[in-house]
C-alpha cells in the first residue's frame, strides 16, 4: 500500500469516528502504515473502545487493526467502587437475560469476569454485550460455557 493510499484510509477512519455518535474520539489517536490501521489514545468505555475497533474494521483495504486503547471512564464512572460496578452489571444481566441459563459477574479493578453457562451462543453474546455497556467497567473476560 503506497503512502498516499494510508493517508486516504486515515482520513475515512477519522471522519467515520468523528461522527459516530457512540465513540467520544476526542482523544482517540489514528495511523496507518501498510495497511495497517494503529487505534490509540483513551475513550470513556469498553463499548466505546470495541465500536472504535469495529468501525476501522468495516474500511474496505485494511490489512488489520491494532488496538491499543486504554479505557478511562469520563466524570463519576471511574469513581465507581468495584461492588457498585457490578451491583449494575448484575441488574444489567436481569434485564437483558438469562431465562434459560446461570450467568454472574465479578469485577476486579474495573475488569468483569462472566462466569456461569446459558443454552445458547447467543445468550452468551447477549450476556457479554449487557455488562459491555455497564459504566465502570474497562474490559470484559467472558468465561460463560454454552450448555448444550
Same mark, same amino acid.
Given at each position: ?40 489514545? $483513551?475513550? @470513556? &468505555?469498553?463499548?466505546?473502545?470495541? #465500536? ?11 490489512? /488489520? =487493526? ?47 469476569? $462472566?462466569? @456461569? &453457562?446459558?443454552?445458547?451462543?447467543? #445468550? ?11 459504566? /465502570? =467497567? ?11
Amino acid at each position: 500500500m503506497t503512502k498516499r493510499n494510508d493517508q486516504l484510509l486515515r482520513s475515512r477512519i477519522r471522519e467515520t469516528l468523528d461522527a459516530d455518535p457512540r465513540i467520544d474520539a476526542f482523544e482517540v489517536r489514528t495511523d496507518v502504515r501498510d495497511g495497517v490501521v494503529y487505534l490509540s489514545g $483513551l475513550v @470513556g &468505555s469498553y463499548a466505546e473502545r470495541l #465500536e472504535a475497533v469495529a468501525t476501522a474494521l468495516r474500511m474496505a483495504d485494511i490489512r /488489520g =487493526v491494532e488496538n491499543d486503547l486504554v479505557v478511562r471512564p469520563y466524570g463519576d464512572d471511574w469513581r465507581l467502587t468495584d461492588a457498585e460496578t457490578a451491583d449494575e452489571a448484575r441488574r444489567r444481566l436481569g434485564v437483558a437475560l438469562v431465562e434459560s441459563g446461570d450467568a454472574d459477574v465479578t469485577i476486579d479493578h474495573h475488569v468483569a469476569t $462472566l462466569t @456461569g &453457562s446459558v443454552p445458547t451462543e447467543r #445468550e452468551r453474546a447477549e450476556v457479554r454485550h449487557a455488562v459491555e455497556f455497564t459504566p /465502570g =467497567v474497562d474490559f470484559v473476560e467472558n468465561e460463560i460455557r454454552v450448555a448444550r
